[in-house]
């Protein structure tokens, strides 16, 4: 089976500081995603990468930056963390071919306090 | 720019009845169109998806979609409820360019079942 690992299930972070969101994937897959859902607001893309060190902006990339050095690994990054990053972030992972499903990782639930 | 909008935000049906979820999506040209469903507590897992052929698909646990494209639509449905659907819908969109998927969902569906 397909495996997507988010190295945290739940996070408290401070105003400000710098947060690190981690997911590996074990399909050798080239596409993974990171996104944020809010109730009511579905799920929202933040950024994805089609290849090593190759990244994308999503819909809502403001405030967050990304890293894809290995293929199996691709990390979210919260420059300076704000109470409106309070999220559940979910790390996908798919092919290439196009019209193949995603897997999702479990979650990683931030507290922004 | 892709996009996909379900208009209901809520829908509460009876245990045994019918039910069909609506979604609508823009973009271009023809899209990939899934439907994934969440439990409570759990992650996302795909119900069925559409790119060409019959546009009448066929998913898991009974769930069936039809894609419309002179309506831009790809509503989910299923003809008999049962209390274990209860979870949230999304529809999503997927394009591709390049060497790329880029990946769009919905703001969700949110399934009520009463008994």
């Known amino acids: 089976d397909v495996k997507v690992t988010q190295s945290s299930r739940y996070l408290v972070k401070r105003t400000g500081e710098k947060v690190f969101l981690e997911c590996v994937q074990d399909m050798d897959h080239e596409n993974m995603f990171w996104y944020r859902q809010d109730p009511g607001l579905g799920l929202r893309l933040i950024y994805f990468s089609y290849d090593v060190k190759m990244k994308e902006k999503g819909d809502i990339p403001e405030g967050y930056s990304v890293s894809r050095e290995k293929k199996e690994r691709f990390s979210l990054i919260l420059e300076s963390a704000s109470t409106n990053q309070t999220s559940m972030y979910l790390c996908a992972s798919g092919g290439t071919v196009g019209g193949e499903k995603l897997f999702f990782g479990s979650g990683t639930q931030l507290s922004v306090l | 720019a892709q996009s996909v909008t379900q208009p209901d935000i809520h829908i509460t049906v009876s245990e045994g009845a019918s039910l069909e979820l609506r979604c609508n999506y823009s973009y271009g040209a023809t899209p990939y169109l899934f439907w994934y469903v969440q439990s409570p507590g759990q992650g996302l897992q795909l119900l069925l998806k559409y790119f060409s052929g019959d546009t009448l698909v066929q998913g898991i646990k009974g769930f069936e979609a039809e894609f419309k494209r002179s309506q831009s639509s790809f509503n989910l449905r299923k003809p008999s409820v049962h209390w274990s659907d209860a979870a949230e819908y999304f529809c999503?969109?997927?394009?591709?360019?390049?060497?790329?998927?880029?990946?769009?969902f919905g703001t969700g569906t949110k399934l009520q079942v009463i008994p």
């Open positions: 999503a969109v997927g394009a591709r360019s390049g060497g790329y998927q880029k990946v769009t």
